[in-house]
């Protein structure tokens, strides 16, 4: 009876993990890239300008990373739960590495936010002159950037993990893993050249992500996992 109930769970925990992963690529195309790129000029008067003009399209900015850091965290947990019964401190490794790289890249949406303390007037800020201000505003931008960029390598690490889990599962496509731990690795070497020899950096490092990413959701979706085949591990796993 127990297993009966078990088997549908961890098919719709796929699909669930599946929409999740829509809703972070869509999210984080938002919060990490369109709408901050709408905002930030190499000119810092144009940047406090632009924040000033349309602040709630900025702090939706933020509001999308929100929506996507909740996903990131869901799916977290909902890997390791699919993915304990291959290797179960691999599976935790790969939960941790995820949740430290959710985390770390909240500390740079934290520069994202900031400067809609200042931008727009505040009679605290008087005393800076509105050349202090733009300068301000365009220097938290800069550090939510690099921030962004430098603890990269703990997504790629998650990524790697989960792609060696799903490789080794039987209960996905190997292809599959294949795919995610390229990305992974794609990240890595993109936050180890940023750091290391930024002239060699490249966001094309971060192409074999978005393949990989995009094949895996698209599959988490339409198709799941092979529950039986799950549920085949699990026993073999409870029974070491």
Avoid: H
């Avoid at 709408?38 to 509001?63: C, E, H, M, N, V």
């Avoid at 691999?90 to 931008?119: D, N, Q, R």
């Avoid at 020899?197 to 971060?206: I, V």
Wanted: glycine residues 8%; hydrophobic residues 60%.
């Amino acid at each position: 009876m127990l297993r009966m109930m078990r088997a549908p769970s961890i098919g719709r925990y796929a699909r669930i993990a599946g929409v999740l992963m829509v809703l972070t690529m869509i999210f984080g195309y938002l919060g990490e890239l369109y709408i901050p790129s709408q905002f930030i000029s190499t000119d810092a008067a144009t940047t406090a300008q632009r924040i000033a003009s349309a602040p709630l399209l900025y702090r939706f900015g933020f509001a999308a990373y929100l929506v996507e850091a909740v996903c990131d965290v869901a799916l977290s947990l909902l890997f390791y739960v699919l993915l304990r019964p291959v290797q179960r401190p691999i599976a935790l490794a790969a939960a941790f590495f995820g949740l430290v790289s959710t985390a770390l890249y909240g500390v740079a949406e934290a520069f994202y936010f900031i400067p809609t303390i200042w931008v727009g007037g505040a009679a605290f800020m008087q005393p800076f002159s509105p050349e202090q201000v733009n300068a301000l505003t365009l220097l938290s931008l800069k550090i939510f950037t690099r921030v962004g960029w430098i603890f990269l390598a703990l997504y790629g690490i998650a990524s790697m993990l989960r792609g060696w889990l799903i490789y080794r599962c039987g209960f996905l496509p190997r292809a599959l893993g294949v795919l995610l731990m390229l990305g992974g690795a794609g990240f890595v070497a993109r936050n180890m050249t940023f750091v290391l020899a930024p002239q060699y950096s490249s966001t094309l490092f971060l192409a074999p992500m978005a393949l990989g990413g995009l094949a895996l959701t698209l599959w988490m979706v339409l198709k799941g996992v092979d529950v039986a085949a799950w549920e085949a591990r699990a026993e073999g796993a409870r029974a070491l």
